[in-house]
């Protein structure tokens, strides 16, 4: 992964913000914002949100590196990408690490 993520894809508006709803996607934001951190060093900064747009459930994990642009996932209240945190926070790290690598290297290359 690199870049953003819409684990979710396009939001349908249909689901309703109920309490429960937003207690699970809470949930499971803090499970894959506190699995990613368990993956990188310090210097990253792992942060996540919830949105109510539209009616929907939205939260946001995002990830930003030493050096280079934010790694983020989105995800809806139903996604079936939920069911495998421990993966989509993989996926953060692992993005998260190659936009530093790929900053990094830029930086080099100007530096010469």
């Given amino acids: ?9 396009p939001s349908d508006g249909g689901t ?12 499971d934001l803090v499970s894959i914002a506190a699995s990613t951190r368990e993956l990188l060093s310090d210097e ?11 009616g929907s459930l939205r939260a946001t994990v995002a990830v930003q590196p030493p050096a280079g642009s934010v790694v983020s996932a989105g995800f809806e209240t139903e996604s079936p990408e939920l069911d495998d ?14 936009e530093a690598k790929h900053a990094a290297r830029d930086t080099h290359r100007v530096a010469r």
């Fill in 1 to 9: 992964m690199h870049g953003n993520a819409p684990y979710a894809g």
């Fill in 16 to 27: 309703e913000a109920t309490p429960e709803r937003r207690r699970t996607l809470r949930r």
């Fill in 44 to 54: 990253f900064v792992v942060g996540g949100e919830i949105s109510d747009d539209d």
């Fill in 85 to 98: 945190i421990d993966s989509i926070a993989a996926d953060l790290a692992a993005g998260a690490v190659v």
